[in-house]
């Protein structure tokens, strides 16, 4: 029993429930205190999920960190959980971006302030067990449970009047999408005995068997990512969340899609994922170029980034499906890089809505005239986003480039249209936010970024450029996990 509480990723689990049930007993009028509880759990989950990233062996593939408890025995059936390369950098930016969004939020909400809270926590907790449980069932349960709270986020807390609409949207789709996922769970349980993911992994499917697997699995991981068409929820579902609800829907739930192919596609049906390769390349090159000039003509601020964010995420899949050392490195790179760039373009949008209660970029001119501090972050961001050498997102693109080339220089070649457009839809939307003459006939006062915003900025920046300026520390932990995932293809 004692060695729970010496398991670093089971303190982490943990953290955000001991957070949400100490909220639930705080007084709901003390609104200073349920922040002050949020903040501090959120904080110690932090340092746990650091201390995983600290005792982390890189020289192996193995999964570490693991502890087994026995739910249904009888079932054969156990919870387990553990981290490898691939799943650790995810933990921590899921315990990194939930303390953003508790820092966010702490003067724009005010309205059920305790139930907005606790849903963070339990929306973390669900997502740490998302990359870390070991088992498909349990998986399965904890990539749907994350529905119900980011739901109520975007549904109580949202900003706009179709946010009712926008949240039935978001849950539905994703729903819906994973009902197949679930009869694929049990036709794989009853052929194998076992959903154990390092036993399933030593299980061998008939082809057709594993591309009709395939599919199920696709469909639930393609929405979540999300692939065009299945796309269709995401600029609503950011359009009409809270800044906190944005920054964690693109930061960490979009990874959960391209994590899913990862742990899940790849390893276990390795012959369908070969085989379906043309039909990813065909819907992540449309993804790549029709979000790209659609973002150019998105007049919400929200919807311009929802929609990059589709084109980024084709480039991953790209990554993922190009099957190689390179392309699936740059792609888990490119993952982690999105999760901090877009959050932090968010970010920028709801410091501006804060203050001007519109999204709307036609009321928005001439920043840099009277918001100086915050032009030179959204600079910075925007740079980012586009793939600037020296910034993260250059890495991940790059790498993706560079193992895809070996399979197909046409897809090379179109994917890197997409670096071009990302290019114009960025600059062009800096260019139109910050440049130009002041609309002082839609608003006359104007204040600058607050200490406190100042402050969550500034961590995203220099995490940006550690990941762009020294890949390393984060690619020397995911080598030998993706060569041993690519040895099972």
């Known amino acids: ?72 025995k009888n079932w054969n059936i156990y919870y387990t959980i553990g981290v490898d390369g691939i799943s650790i950098f995810f933990i921590l930016l899921t315990t990194f971006l939930t303390i953003i969004c508790i820092l966010i939020s702490w003067v724009s909400i005010t309205f059920l302030l305790k139930e907005y809270l606790i849903c963070f926590l339990i929306l973390e907790f669900c997502l740490i067990q998302v990359f870390s449980v070991l088992d498909l069932l349990l998986f399965y349960i904890f990539f749907e449970s994350v529905l119900i709270p980011m739901f109520l986020i975007v549904g109580v807390w949202g900003s706009r009047s179709r946010k009712i609409r926008a949240a039935y949207q978001f849950f539905l789709y994703t729903l819906i999408g994973s009902l197949l996922m679930l009869i694929g769970l049990i036709f794989v349980y009853f052929q194998a005995g076992t959903t154990d993911i390092q036993l399933l992994w030593q299980t061998n499917f008939s082809e057709f068997r594993q591309l009709i697997l395939w599919v199920a699995f696709f469909s639930s991981f393609a929405v979540k990512i999300p692939m065009i068409p299945f796309h269709i929820w995401l600029p609503e579902a950011h359009a009409e969340a809270p800044t906190a609800g944005s920054v964690i829907l ?37 993804a790549v170029i029709y979000a790209s000039l659609t973002t150019l003509r998105q007049v ?114 179109f994917a890197a249209l997409g670096m071009i ?7 062009w939307l800096f260019n139109r936010i910050v440049f130009g003459v002041v609309k002082v006939q839609y608003f006359y006062l104007f204040q600058d970024i607050s200490r406190r915003e100042f402050w969550i900025l500034i961590p995203l920046i220099l995490l940006i450029l550690w990941m762009g300026l020294y890949p390393n520390s984060f690619l020397d932990l995911i080598h030998f996990s993706v060569l041993n995932l690519i040895e099972q293809l």
């Open 250 to 286: 693109a930061g960490i739930l979009l990874k959960m899609g391209g994590f899913g192919f990862l742990r899940f596609s790849l390893p276990l049906l390795p012959f369908a994922s070969i085989f379906f390769t043309p039909l990813i390349f065909s819907l992540s090159l449309v």
């Open 300 to 413: 919400d601020l929200k919807k311009i980034i929802a929609y990059s964010s589709v084109s980024h995420m084709g480039f991953v899949t790209i990554g993922i499906f190009s099957l190689t050392l390179q392309g699936i490195e740059g792609s888990i790179i490119l993952m982690l890089s999105h999760g901090l760039v877009s959050s932090a373009l968010f970010l920028c949008v709801g410091i501006l809505y804060d203050r001007h209660k519109t999204r709307i970029i036609k009321y928005y001119n001439g920043l840099v005239q009277v918001m100086p501090i915050f032009s030179s972050f959204f600079l910075f961001f925007v740079f980012a986003n586009l793939g600037f050498p020296g910034t993260s997102s250059f890495i991940g693109e790059f790498l993706v480039l560079f193992g895809i080339f070996k399979s197909s220089i046409f897809v090379t070649f």
């Open 421 to 427: 457009f990302g290019a114009a839809y960025s600059i």
């Open 1 to 72: 029993m004692l060695e729970i509480f010496f398991n670093p990723l089971v303190c982490t689990s943990l953290a955000p429930l001991l957070g949400a049930l100490s909220l639930y007993l705080a007084p709901t009028v003390n609104l200073r205190l349920c922040r002050l509880i949020a903040l501090y759990s959120s904080c110690i989950t932090f340092l746990f999920s650091l201390s995983i990233w600290l005792q982390f062996d890189s020289s192996t593939s193995l999964f570490q960190f693991i502890y087994t408890f026995s739910w249904l």
